[in-house]
Nanobody, 116 residues
């Protein structure tokens, strides 16, 4: 089992930046993948970015070139740097962790609001 704790959400103006962090309860190297999905009101949950333990990263089309996912060797944390945020990025952002057996776990979610 994996517990995930997110932090870093909040309110930002259009064009601004935020950094989200997700801390896992066990070594990130025993996890197949970690990353972020988001869900806006009335919409389906969509992929933001995922980092596979091989080092490969996968980004949703709407965030390519603006968001960067990264991890720190020796730490059980994955970060999401979000740049040039736009109102359409407003959503609850959920961290996910997939075990080597491909069981998926979710964090509690953190709100990101982009508004002037």
């Amino acid at each position: 089992q994996v517990q995930l704790v997110e932090s870093g959400g909040g309110l930002v103006q259009p064009g601004g930046s935020l950094r989200l962090s997700c801390a896992a309860s066990r070594s990130i190297f025993t996890i197949y993948a970690m990353g972020w999905y988001r869900q806006a009101p009335g919409k389906q949950r969509e992929l933001v970015a995922t980092l596979i333990n091989s080092g490969m990263t996968i980004y949703g089309d709407s965030v390519k070139g603006r968001f960067i996912i990264s991890r720190y060797n020796g730490e059980n944390t994955v970060d999401l740097q979000m740049n040039n945020l736009q109102p359409e990025d407003t959503a609850v952002y959920y961290c996910h962790g997939d075990t080597l057996e491909r069981d998926r776990y979710w964090g509690q979610g953190t709100q990101v609001t982009v508004s002037s």
